[in-house]
């Protein structure tokens, strides 16, 4: 004899859309029994992996729930209506939630919601950045997005290394700091604006120079390490420092116009000695205070290094591990090359050479180009010295051998501009029997000058040591430096 | 697809707002077409839960069969309920997906700070193993 059962509106779907469906049994079980093998993808629906009626399916014989019967054992006819009534459930998590270990609170929520409405971060990924941590190397143009959009996208525990001090000329480019804070340790200027950002997450100073003596010590503490360093020594301990202790390098490096990105993970792809074995001579790739940079380009590079630290953190997407992001901002064009790991690379190679850190400075060549540089011993003369024939009304000739729109931007009175790459065609403008005094911005090209002039045949040839910034440092005051 | 008149969404919303700390729940009658749900009617219902209502909503069986009865009555289909996540994005928790029925749509709505925000919708994969998120579209109405 056949009992009805009213099947709810959810579930009809598998009842081939029918709102009450006649079941033989003479129990509440046996007629649960029979509808599942009648529809078979009820099942799952009522009942968990268990076996078990899930907690939230009640069944109902007329209008008494069965657990106030005898709930399976409950006698059925076919006088009887049996329901199944889901009771409807849910809810947010806590306002505390735990995820893991990891537990947040309501203004934290609230701060990282545009992130915890993605699947692809939600609380789980929220998670893992809160739990990961990430040492910055280097708090100037590259590290003042990633430090910034780092703290704000909450990474728990940041990282970083540094030990310089703000000069008006990094405003141009490093918006970490304010007109307010030259003068400042980075470090220091550094860690109370993202804890303005970010009060939620820790921040770690290491007011130090990163070195073969520290690197290993420091990044061992960390997930994930990120190059924002501005010369060559720095960088290639930064590279070794992450072999050597499994870690992801995220680099990113500016020069002018241009901008480059990779991840180096020498476990899973190559590494920047892969990519660059050897260093450039000493002098050959000038840095961001030689060459001049472009004040947005560091934004957008150290914007693009913060998102892959993300991607690192979060395992998802392709991290630029193996590749390598070439950003041209005059053409705007990124392009993408193809790295591979080489199978000789010293470090991370197939027979590795290099087992522990060594002297970068020395790798690159830096102490043996000082020592050219004191051996080319070209005369100097002191901006003491220049001040005083100036003074005296000397006759001394005043050569600038910097470029044209430096000479735009500041130059020495009664002084004369013959760039350096254009010295060796306008030589003939010199007169050699006066005294001549060679200036550039900090003294390193007027010295190239002043031994091209010595070559020539000039004898009365100084350099100005110390440049233009000397003189601005110690005998005007007012003019600008760059 | 669900579709949701602006009206419909409006009352989610208000209720959202009014029962925030608390979450609010409701139910969607409606009718099924051959392009999805169209939502009818959203009607608030009491949150029977009695402990912990910022974070937790239950309608008991009992309400459940009155929906349902209030459903054939007017010849409408039970679409699915609304629930507000008060503080708490517009996703389905762990908790949701435990509870959760075929067919239905569980629209959400996230309530930050007292203010409505987001509106999401979902349905429970056919494994039950997770939800998926449906399309939410708002009907507008003009004013005749």
Not at chain 1, 207 to 220: H, I, V, W
Not at chain 1, 421 to 433: I, M, Q, T, Y
Request: hydrophobic letters at 40%; proline letters at 6%; aromatic letters at 8%.
């Amino acid at each position: 004899m056949p009992v009805k059962v009213l099947i709810p509106t959810p579930l009809r779907p598998f009842t081939d859309q029918k709102e009450t469906v006649e079941i033989e049994g003479a129990l509440v079980r046996d007629l649960l029994d029979n509808l599942t093998d009648r529809y078979r993808d009820l099942r799952k629906h009522l009942f968990d992996d268990s076996g078990k009626l899930r907690s939230f399916v009640n069944v109902y014989v007329n209008e008494d729930d069965i657990r106030s019967l005898d709930r399976f054992d409950t006698r059925v006819s076919e006088k009887d209506v049996v329901s199944i009534v889901p009771s409807i459930a849910g809810g947010a998590g806590s306002p505390a939630v735990v995820e893991g270990e990891v537990t947040f609170s309501r203004e934290e929520i609230q701060r990282y919601s545009r992130h915890l409405i993605m699947p692809e971060v939600g609380m789980e990924g929220q998670a893992k950045l809160k739990s990961a941590s990430v040492l910055m190397v280097g708090a100037g143009g590259l590290g003042a997005p990633l430090g910034m959009y780092l703290a704000a996208a909450g990474i728990g525990r940041l990282g970083i290394v540094d030990f310089d001090v703000v000069d008006a000329s990094n405003l141009q480019r490093q918006v970490t700091f304010s007109a307010a804070d030259v003068g400042r340790p980075k470090l220091q200027a550094t860690k109370d604006r993202l804890s303005g950002i970010n009060p939620h997450i820790e921040i770690e100073g290491h007011e130090t120079r990163l070195s073969s003596e520290n690197a290993l010590a420091l990044f061992r503490d960390y997930d994930v390490i990120v190059d924002g360093t501005d010369n060559f020594p720095t960088r290639y301990l930064v590279n070794d420092a992450c072999v050597l202790s499994g870690k992801p390098n995220v680099y990113g490096s500016i020069f002018r116009f241009e901008g480059q990105v990779s991840v180096f993970d020498a476990r899973r792809g190559p590494c920047y000695r892969c990519l660059y074995p050897e260093p450039p001579p000493p002098g050959l790739v000038p840095s961001c205070a030689e060459g001049g940079v472009l004040g947005v380009l560091p934004g957008i590079v150290g914007s693009l290094q913060a998102l892959e630290v993300l991607k690192l953190v979060l395992g998802r997407g392709e991290p630029m591990i193996g590749r390598l992001l070439v950003f041209d901002a005059l053409q705007m064009k990124f392009r993408e090359l193809r790295q591979r790991k080489d199978p000789d690379c010293p470090i991370c190679g197939e027979r590795p050479r290099i087992r522990e850190l060594i002297d970068y400075e020395e790798f690159c060549g830096i102490p043996q180009a000082r020592e050219v540089e004191r051996k080319m011993g070209v005369p100097t003369i002191t901006v003491e010295g220049l001040k005083e024939l100036v003074d005296e009304r000397a006759d001394v000739f005043v050569l600038d051998v910097r470029e044209q729109h430096e000479w735009n931007i500041v130059r020495l009175e009664g002084a004369t501009l013959i760039p350096l790459g254009r010295l060796p065609h306008e030589v003939n403008k010199l007169d050699s029997a006066k005294d001549i005094v060679v200036y550039c911005r900090s003294g390193a090209r007027s010295a190239k000058a002043t031994q091209f002039l010595l070559d020539a045949g000039f004898q009365k040839v100084r350099n100005l040591e110390g440049g233009i910034l000397a003189w601005a440092d110690r005998i005007d005051p007012s003019l600008p430096k760059y | 697809m669900i579709l949701l008149p602006d009206q419909a969404a409006e009352a989610i919303r208000l209720h959202g707002r009014e029962s925030y700390r608390e979450e609010a729940c409701g139910v969607l009658y409606g009718a099924t077409t051959a392009a999805g749900k169209h939502v009818l009617r959203a009607s608030p219902m009491v949150n029977a839960r009695d402990d912990e209502r910022h974070r937790r909503f239950v309608v008991t069986a009992a309400d459940y069969r009155r929906a349902e009865a209030e459903a054939s009555r007017s010849g409408l289909t039970l679409l699915g309920f609304y629930h507000s996540h008060p503080d708490h994005p517009a996703y389905p928790s762990a908790f949701d997906l435990e509870h959760a029925l075929p067919f239905f749509s569980y629209v959400i709505l996230a309530v930050e700070a007292g203010t409505p925000k987001e509106m999401r919708s979902f349905v429970l994969s056919e494994d039950r193993s997770e939800f998926l998120e449906e399309s939410l579209e708002q009907e507008k109405r003009s004013c005749p």
